[in-house]
């Protein structure tokens, strides 16, 4: 089935700084990629995804780009701020099968 | 933006007691999740729900766990004898209309089991 790697948390950055958070994934086939965000006290909700390689998911000033070859979808912000404070999961999902989410990583922006 | 609503927030209960864990999912959406995350682990998949039967299942939802939609708005999970290893975070998701691909997920139940 499917999987996924994600960088250990927390990462703590201060406001401004660039992120990025690394996610790997194994599947069979050619999956969709998700990128997923709990803030506190909250559900997850979808930030971003992309559906083939080389597609790249935009929203909220994140990205993350479908990279086949390598099996990744990083994502990434420029410039963070203290509201981008939350856990974020990566996730593959292969046809209707379920979504499946690693630990999450924790990020704390500090200003 | 419609939400997935959970009830209640916070469960308490003894083992081997019964709980049943309640959700609201989007009025026009067809699919149907539970999730759980146990503290400082990954979110994990129990089991998904479509066309008033169960589509898919982990490992982890065995016998001890069954999922029922009484009606046309809720769909519930139902832990029969609680175990003290079920104490987690469980989350209700639907997905469906314009977008089948994109989850919407509940706040969450925090279940505890002493």
């Known amino acids: 089935g499917d999987s996924v790697t994600q960088m250990e948390g927390p990462v703590t950055l201060s406001e401004e700084a660039f992120l990025t958070i690394n996610c790997t994934y194994t599947?069979?086939?050619?999956?969709?990629l998700f990128w997923y965000v709990q803030y506190p006290g909250e559900g997850l909700q979808l930030l971003l995804k992309a559906t083939k390689a080389d597609d790249k998911g935009s929203n909220k000033g994140f990205e993350a780009t479908y990279r086949k070859e390598t099996t990744s979808f990083h994502l990434e912000k420029g410039s963070v701020q203290v509201s981008d404070s939350a856990v974020y999961f990566c996730a593959p999902r292969s046809g209707n099968t379920p979504l499946v989410f690693g630990k999450g990583t924790r990020l704390s922006v500090i200003a | 933006e419609p939400e997935v609503t959970q009830t209640p927030s916070h469960q308490v209960t003894q083992m081997g007691q019964e709980v049943i864990l309640r959700c609201v999912p989007i009025?026009?959406?067809?699919?149907f999740y539970w999730y759980r995350q146990i503290l400082g682990q990954k979110v994990e998949f129990l089991v998904s729900?479509?066309?008033?039967?169960?589509?898919?299942k982990s490992e982890i939802f065995d016998d001890q766990f069954s999922v029922e939609r009484p009606d046309g708005s809720n769909f519930t999970l139902k832990i029969r004898s609680t175990k003290l290893e079920d104490s987690a975070m469980y989350f209700c998701?639907?997905?469906?209309?314009?977008?089948?691909?994109?989850?919407?997920f509940g706040s969450g139940t925090q279940l505890s089991v002493l």
């Open positions: 729900f479509y066309n008033n039967e169960i589509s898919e």
């Open positions: 009025s026009n959406h067809l699919y």
């Open positions: 998701a639907s997905s469906g209309g314009q977008d089948n691909e994109k989850l919407f």
């Open positions: 599947a069979t086939g050619y999956p969709s």
